[in-house]
Nanobody, 116 residues
Framework: QVKVVESGGGLVQPGGSLRLSCAAP????????MGWYRQTPAKQRELVAQ????????NYTDAVKGRFTISRDNAANMMYLQMNSLKPEDTAIYYC?????????WGPGTQVTVSS
């Protein structure tokens, strides 16, 4: 069973950058589209970025378009989210999984806090 593990979160000032990583061991990872979600106590978990299985197609929610970049390295079973120009409203726990319906058990997530 594929277990995903997110990392790379932290505390950053507004306007700063972070790079999140998602490790997803297993050959299944390379055959599925993947995405980054985020969740806050006030909102349901939402998909903010997704990438096709081969990495050639990406899609972003309007709130992060132009600031976040999703990528993947299938040889290493890794996915990334480069987050630039961070805003306080980006504060959330970030998770990786397939776009809905999520196929893998949810990982622990990684906390991103944007604050001065």
């Amino acid at each position: 069973q594929v277990k995903v593990v997110e990392s790379g979160g932290g505390l950053v000032q507004p306007g700063g950058s972070l790079r999140l990583s998602c490790a997803a061991p297993g050959v299944l990872f390379r055959a599925v589209n993947m995405g980054w979600y985020r969740q806050t106590p006030a909102k349901q978990r939402e998909l903010v970025a997704q990438i096709s299985d081969g990495g050639s197609r990406t899609n972003y929610t309007d709130a992060v378009k132009g600031r976040f970049t999703i990528s993947r390295d299938n040889a290493a079973n890794m996915m990334y989210l480069q987050m630039n120009s961070l805003k306080p409203e980006d504060t959330a726990i970030y998770y990786c999984n397939t776009p809905p319906p999520a196929l893998f058990p949810w990982g622990p997530g990684t906390q991103v806090t944007v604050s001065s």
